[in-house]
């Protein structure tokens, strides 16, 4: 069942921001307090990882590095091929094949985008690279070999940041995309080469009246995907 929701207002617990959070893709350009950024990743650096191993690295980009950083990522993004830190998967189960689709045709319908409309499709694929507008962009990196349980440990820290930002007020990306050009985001950083940017969030206040941003993605049913024993 698809649902629309105003996100514009604080979850006052846990139960609310895990069933009101969804990703933002309209943000306004207010900047974010710098108290309410350290609460936010001060709390999440509390996520479990293996053997308490804390195999995260966190960058938190604003202000004037946060548009060079752009500008940068966007032009990557115009003429050059992603290189991401772990390949992208190519292929996906049929029934999660089904989602996809579903998720872009709703999100380019919002947009109010044809689907046919290959040039509008690349211009809001691009938005990706200015953060959607947020005054701020989070990115994740690691210093550890990249297998699939250190991508759990960054997935723990990575949903805790999307939870506490509701706490606040704050809307939230996950984003595979700011991870596509790593060399442009070290670069601009100045960030040891041995750090492997895995991906990024886009961090700021929901823009208030975004059709794109009610829009609150549906799940499968409990019982397609849940077995209980007992
Ligand atoms: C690891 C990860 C990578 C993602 N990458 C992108 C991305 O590059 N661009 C984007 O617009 N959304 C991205 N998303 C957001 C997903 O599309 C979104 O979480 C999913 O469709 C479910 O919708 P919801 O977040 O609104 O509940 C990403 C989410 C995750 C968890």
Redesign the pocket.
Known sequence: MEEFLDITKAASSVSEALTT???I?EFDSRPIPENILHDIINKSLRAPSWKNSQPWKIHIVSGNQRNLLSEKLSQAAKSGQPNPATPWLESYPSDAKKRMFD?GMKIYGVAGIERKDKNARDEFMLR?FSFFGAPTAIFISSTFDLNFFIGIDLGCF?QSVLLMAREHGLGT??????GAFPDVVTSQLSIPKEEKIV?GISLGYPKSESQLNSYH?PREAMENLVRFYN
Do not use: F, K
């Open positions: 959070r969804h990703s893709r998720l990706n990575l990306c996950a984003q595979a995309a700011l991906l993605t």
